[in-house]
C-alpha cells in the first residue's frame, strides 16, 4: 500500500457542485498538506495542518475548505466547484523533526465542467 | 517575483550529456533546499536534498550558493529514463517545513 494515499484518483464533476478530495497517510507525520498543479506551474500550496488541531491557509485557499479528522486524514473540499479549479490535486506530508522533504500522493486530477 | 525561479527548458540532450539546471530563491533566510523530480502527471518525488557543501549521489550533483541564493543541479551521463521535469525546492520564511516549489525545469533526453 502507499504510504500517502489520494482518493478518487480522477474526478469529473459539475459546476456548483460540492466535492470532496481525501488523503490518508500511513508514515504517522503530524504534517500534511494540499497543493494543486496547473499545466507550466509550480506547485500552489492551498491549505497546510501541523497537528489535528491546526489548520492554516496557503496561497490559494479560497474556494477550498479541509477538514483534519485524525492524524492521518487530511480531506481537502470544494464548496461549489467552478471549471478553473480544474487542476491536478496533490496532498502532501512530512515529518516535524526531520526535514527531509515531503512525500506525496499520487494525485487527484479534477475536471469541473 | 517568484519566490522560486527556473528556467523551464525544455533542455534536450543526447544520451551521455552533462546537462546543468539553475534556480533562484529570493528568501535569504531560507534553510532547506531540495531537487525534486516530476515525471508527466505522476507526483513529484524527492531527488535529493542540497547541502551547503555541496553533494553528490551517483551521477546528480547539487550545489547551493547562499551568497548569491543559488541553486544548481547537474547530471553527469545522462540517461533516457532521466527524461523528466526537475523542481527546485525551498523552505518558506518562518522555519516551519512548508516548502515553495518552483514551476520545475523540463529535461527530454534523446537516444
Known amino acids: 500500500d502507499a504510504d500517502v494515499t489520494q482518493t478518487p484518483r480522477n474526478r469529473i464533476t459539475k459546476t456548483g457542485k460540492r466535492i470532496m478530495l481525501e488523503c490518508s497517510q500511513t508514515?504517522?507525520?503530524?504534517?500534511m498538506y494540499w497543493y494543486r498543479q496547473d499545466p507550466g506551474l509550480g506547485l500552489q500550496l492551498i491549505y497546510y495542518?501541523?497537528?489535528?488541531?491546526?489548520?492554516n491557509k496557503g496561497e490559494i485557499s479560497d474556494g477550498y475548505s479541509v477538514s483534519r479528522q485524525a492524524q492521518a486524514k487530511f480531506s481537502l473540499s470544494l464548496e461549489s466547484a467552478i471549471p478553473n479549479q480544474t487542476a491536478l490535486y496533490f496532498c502532501?506530508?512530512?515529518?516535524?523533526?526531520?526535514?527531509?522533504?515531503?512525500?506525496f500522493g499520487s494525485g487527484t486530477r479534477l475536471t469541473v465542467v | 517575483r517568484k519566490e522560486v525561479e527556473q528556467d523551464p527548458g525544455p533542455f534536450n540532450v543526447p544520451e551521455g550529456a552533462t546537462v546543468a539546471f539553475n534556480c533562484t530563491y529570493s528568501?535569504?533566510?531560507?534553510?532547506?533546499f531540495f531537487w525534486y523530480r516530476q515525471d508527466c502527471r505522476k507526483e513529484p518525488k524527492l531527488l535529493m536534498s542540497?547541502?551547503?557543501s555541496g553533494n553528490e549521489d551517483g551521477r546528480f550533483t547539487a550545489q547551493l550558493n547562499r551568497a548569491s541564493q543559488y541553486i544548481s543541479l547537474l547530471i553527469r551521463d545522462s540517461k533516457l529514463s532521466d527524461s523528466a521535469t526537475y523542481l527546485c525546492?525551498?523552505?518558506?520564511?518562518?522555519?516551519?517545513?512548508?516548502?515553495?516549489f518552483g514551476a520545475g525545469t523540463r529535461l527530454a533526453v534523446h537516444p
Open positions: 502532501a506530508t512530512s515529518d516535524k523533526e526531520r526535514n527531509y522533504g515531503y512525500t
Open positions: 508514515k504517522g507525520h503530524d504534517r
Open positions: 495542518s501541523f497537528d489535528v488541531k491546526d489548520i
Open positions: 528568501n535569504s533566510a531560507s534553510q532547506s
Open positions: 542540497v547541502y551547503s
Open positions: 525546492v525551498v523552505n518558506s520564511i518562518g522555519g516551519y517545513n512548508k516548502l515553495i
